[in-house]
């Protein structure tokens, strides 16, 4: 689980894991009101309440996203898709697989400060 401080200035990168189901949650209460992401093919989303549920449905993609919502929030995102789990069980594979898993995220949160 991420959580990420809310500023409409900033740019959030976010990894998910190819073939894995993530969401993104926003407020209570706060739906999309407009979402454009750069590679409609290789990414999977949808909006339900205050939550984006995203797949990459390629390996290694990568694209941008933005997002208005009914709070009158801009979120900017980097998604990035790694293949974690494709390792021969040789040492670096494992560590770098480890490290991978270390980065993914499966839900998104945001802390909105007052």
């Known amino acids: 689980i991420k959580t990420f401080v809310y500023s409409n200035n900033e740019i959030y990168n976010v990894v998910f894991n190819y073939g894995y189901h993530s969401y993104i949650e926003f407020s209570k209460g706060e739906t999309i ?5 750069g590679d409609t093919v290789s990414w999977k989303v949808k909006p339900v309440d205050n939550k984006l549920f995203i797949i990459p449905l ?3 993609g ?3 996203m ?3 919502t009914s709070k009158g929030r801009s979120y900017a995102f ?3 898709c790694r293949s974690a ?4 069980n040789d040492k670096k ?3 770098a697989e480890y490290s991978d898993l270390r980065d993914l995220a499966y839900i998104v949160r945001f802390y909105y400060p007052k």
Not at 85 to 88: A, K, L, Q, R
């Open 33 to 37: 009101k407009m979402l454009a992401i």
């Open 58 to 60: 390629e390996k290694n």
């Open 62 to 64: 990568k694209t941008n």
């Open 66 to 68: 933005l997002i208005e």
């Open 78 to 80: 980097d998604l990035i």
């Open 85 to 88: 789990g494709e390792s021969n």
């Open 93 to 95: 594979d494992v560590e």
